[in-house]
């Protein structure tokens, strides 16, 4: 069983920056596809960002170019760096992963099997 622990949510002004992590532990400490989605109440869940098989980058079109997803495999740990914040960023951001996603899935939140607990994101306007 994988584990997934977010950390590093908070409120900023807008145009501030923040960066989350995602800690991954368990039986498979390494899936191939790491994550980032958010939710807001009454929405579904939205995708942000994710790095497929460790070297493609993709992200949601709201947010190319502000947020950048990384991984330090060494740390078992994938980051959320977010610039020029947003109030419309304000959300919770879930952490996810998976070990058999194809390229074309990745921004299907039904088709990750781990997820972290979530962490609050607020932007003040």
């Known amino acids: 069983q994988v584990q997934l622990v977010e950390s590093g949510g908070g409120l900023v002004p807008a145009g501030g920056s923040l960066t989350l992590s995602c800690t991954i532990s368990g039986r498979t400490s390494y899936p191939y596809t790491s994550a980032w989605f958010r939710q807001t109440s009454g929405e579904e869940r939205e995708f942000v960002a994710a790095i497929w098989r460790g070297r493609t980058t993709i992200y949601a079109d709201s947010v190319k170019g502000r947020f950048t997803i990384s991984r330090d495999n060494d740390k078992n740990t994938v980051y959320l760096q977010m610039n020029s914040l947003k109030p419309d960023d304000t959300a919770v951001y879930y952490c996810?992963?998976?070990?058999?996603?194809?390229?074309?899935?990745?921004?299907?939140?039904?088709?990750?099997?781990?997820w972290g607990q979530g962490t609050q994101v607020t932007v003040s306007s």
């Open positions: 996810a992963g998976d070990t058999t996603l194809i390229l074309s899935s990745v921004r299907n939140a039904r088709n990750y099997d781990y």
